[in-house]
């Protein structure tokens, strides 16, 4: 790659004036590495990153810093000496690579090493903050922002229809992939490294890497989560006052629970609430909402839902609110939580905290049924279905169908066949992906065959090398989806003058979970051990010990019978997917008649599949 080689001692350069783009009145920051041998930022409306150059290179720094005097330290260096670059620099120095695994926070970073004639990009742990790039004229760009980096000349802006066709199939084969053809992602917990032998991509950061044995956590250990999880909410609220998406679950409140000791602790402001109030008994959670805000103390907003989401409702809002989004907005619920945060913001708060993150880490996945199946641990099976029964509203019939045959029966007679006959059940499991591709999806032969391929790519062995549950477990780090998440609520924090922190996710708590064994997780017999029983203490009166996981997909669906048909009217249907080759335009006219007659309920989610990638893709063709 000539670029690199091109880069030299010059120091880097700054443009005042974003781009003379149509997005120019919100951008992000953008890295710019030409063939003129200079980095150059152009800043964007919510500030510029920290840099640094010296003889050894440049270093590009944007984000925040958890260990940011034990770096000082093992330099030799005087607290707030140097900016966040200029000490990652310094770092990089002393540790080489290995420097990456040992930043705690959550940033995008490039390095350029001249020595190595190498350049670095590497985004957090866990991807809270993005880091997105793209090929030019011998050069690259960066920016936290896929929209930013096509904003530049000599960046393509056509989109990408594989990924637009393989989100609508709800398959995402390609976790570097975007939804422009020129942009690529740096995947969370990785380092992107380009030189003259190319451009390869590694992890850095793995709390139990495939192939070792994993070091998993005793009951004593399980001391050490109280501390683990308090440093991560006050790593949160070390960004300044905060507020807290509090439902009524258990991930929320356990979050709002330990935030308030802190800052009482700390003598500072209690954190702010921030509720939403669904209308119906499904999904309404108010009672206990206001409950918990009650007894911490804690002032709290409560707004209704209708309230939040504006007078043309919540699809048509969203639909708005997706057109001037970076990539599609994958949540329809954005325009209720940013009206709530953006309350929170005008109100003082510059953090707002979730429970976001508890779901995938304090919870077992139920391909842990076949671990126990496959271990003939019939006394862990039963405590295992015991949990779902206890935790959430299914019935027995589902659980056993479910749980029992899905995840636990169905892997092993996989495993069974497949060493009988593992042409016939590759040939059959490749059915069945491909089965997967609405027949809407992709009409033209070259798309539709460039589907097939990467959906067989994405086949994986029949018996994992670590078991189910850690297969599954390490979905959650690896998906494309998990990076997609971080990325819309790092928007979300933009529209809301906030920024957004999810504590489950901190990557210490994350290394800390990841390694607690499932029987300790379900501890007390239900999902959720880790938290449930202490929120009861706290709580007597609220009902915690028998609380049950509130869903809002039958809201969602009658959400999309009354809005949906005068969205799919305005927006025109599909008909931009429709240009590009990604759908059948009178196909998809014909799924939303049947799917808004009300046949076929389950299916309604495909209506806002649809309309929000229409809706984004207008605002590009």
Partial sequence: MTVLAAIDRQPL??????????????????????????????????????????????????GTLYNRADLEAHLGLSRGATNDADLILRAYRRFGGSLFGRLKGTFALVIWDRAQQRLLAARDPIGVHPLFYAERSGGFVFSVSPERVVRNDGVSTALNPRALADWLAHRWPDAEETFFEAVRRVRPGYVLSLDRSGRHMHRYWDPAPPGESVEWLTERDLE??????????????????????????????????????????????????????????????EARQ???????????????????????????????????????????????????????????CRVILTGVGGDEWLTVSSYHTADLLGALDFRGLAHMLSSIRRSYKFS??????ATMWVYGVRPWLTIAADAVAP???????????????????????????????????????????????????????????????????????????????HPFWDADLV??????????????????????DVIARRFPDLGFERHRKVFAFGFFGSVVRTEGPAAWKRLGGGKTLARLGVVDAQRVEDLAAHLFSGNDPRQLYRIWDILHLEAWAQAWV
Wanted: with cysteine.
């Fill in 13 to 62: 350069a700054r443009t005042p004036q974003p781009l003379n783009a149509p997005a120019a009145a919100r951008t992000e920051w953008c890295l710019q590495i030409g063939r003129d041998r200079r980095f150059t930022v152009l800043p964007g409306t919510h500030g510029t990153p920290a840099y640094a150059a010296t003889e050894a290179g440049t270093a590009i720094f944007d």
């Fill in 224 to 285: 050490r989560f109280d501390d683990v999880f308090s440093q991560a909410i006050e790593r949160a609220m070390s960004l300044g006052p905060a507020g807290i998406f509090l439902s009524g679950g258990l991930d929320s409140v356990s979050v709002a629970a330990v935030a308030t000791d802190l800052a009482r602790r700390r003598q500072s402001a209690p954190p702010r609430a921030l509720s939403l109030a669904f209308p119906g008994d499904e999904c309404n959670e």
């Fill in 423 to 501: 042409g016939l059940v590759h040939a059959s499991r490749v059915r069945r992906v491909l089965a997967t591709t609405p027949e809407w999806v992709a009409p033209g032969e070259d798309l539709r065959r460039e589907l097939h391929r990467r959906a067989e790519s994405m086949i994986l062995p029949t018996r994992p090398e670590n078991g189910f549950y850690l297969r599954e477990m390490r979905q959650s780090l690896e998906h494309p989806l998990q990076a997609i998440e971080m990325e819309n609520a790092f928007e979300q924090g933009r529209r809301i003058g906030a920024t957004l922190r």
């Fill in 396 to 401: 027995w019939p589902n659980i056993l169908r």
């Fill in 511 to 532: 290394d800390l979970l990841f390694r607690i064994p499932p029987h300790l997780l379900n501890q007390g017999g239900r999902t959720k051990g880790m938290v449930r």
């Fill in 290 to 348: 206001a409950g918990v805000a009650a007894q911490l103390g804690l002032h709290q907003d409560m707004v209704p839902f209708g309230e939040a989401v504006g007078s043309t409702g919540l699809l048509q809002s969203a639909l708005d609110m997706g057109r001037g989004w970076p990539q599609p907005m994958m949540n329809a619920w954005n325009p209720a939580y940013i009206h709530l945060g953006s309350r929170g913001a005008r109100d003082g």
